[in-house]
């Protein structure tokens, strides 16, 4: 069965669940964590994302994230490569570390975001690895309390639903976390009771679903950038895929990996296996692109022409 698109719009709010392979951990020691902790900061910055809740435990994440333009795919292959990377580097280790794809799950904002960071910030109680929450260092707990400062993490909106005076929301926050102290596993956190990909009421789950709809029939294909970036370069798909290193080649591969990397819908993978290419390799030529067209004039002509057909 083919899976379904990821559900996306400006402003989506996902519960997103990443765990290690096989249940191995993710993290070993604390400078793990660290560098995950910065790997989140600057895919924030470049995407525009905010993250409410945060909790990293030994082989999973637990993260809130309200998307921007950019979709929930871009941040998370990002976030999942780049922390992937870096561990199999230091470790020497080969293979997969996270398990599959990660889980995420739209939740209606107004309605459950505080319910939601409260789910994830009581996580490593649930789990009976501390007694109270301010204890378990990994969390954005601490931050919500004004303890620890994460520059990362947006607690304003949630702490202003009970109070615009700070140190009174801080403080009943503080009571709301402790009241969901005894609060079990909640499924609908993990699989949404409606499409189960989608936790709300049923005005939140048709208009997110009306608006998926809408986007999907703006949705491209892989043959249509192929194309059309072969044409502006004057170029058959053949001597794109076995150009080798010859400028003009690799950088219509370069900027069609660009393009299907921004896009919706299309996947650096599916295009791996059309090109002849790993997809590590593809998102390093999308990413001398970008770098490039900032000072080649004519690259950059190019790379706006394709961005008002695609993006």
Known sequence: MARKPRL???????????????????????????????????????????????????NHVHLAIQVGEKPLSRVMQNLCSRYAKWIKSKEKKVGHLFQGRYKAIVVEADTYLAELVRYIHLNPIRAKIIKSPED???????????IEELPWLTTKWVLSQFSQELSTARMKYDEFIREGKGEGHRQEFHSGPRESRLLGDDRFVEEVLKRTDQDDNKSVSLNEVIDRVGKLYDLTEEEIVSGGKQRCPAEARGLIAYLVRESRGLSLTDLGKRLKRDQCSLSLAAERIVRRSKNDVELGKKKKTMERFFL
Not at 24 to 50: P, S, T, V, W
Not at 136 to 146: I, P, V
């Open 8 to 58: 996306h719009y400006i402003g989506a709010l996902y519960h997103v669940m990443i765990r290690g392979n096989d249940g191995q951990n993710i993290f070993a020691r604390d400078e793990d964590r660290y560098r995950f902790y910065l790997f989140l900061q600057e895919g924030m910055e470049k995407f525009g994302h905010r993250i409410h809740a945060f909790c990293l435990m030994d």
């Open 136 to 146: 378990y260092r990994w969390s954005g707990h601490k931050a919500y309390l004004g």
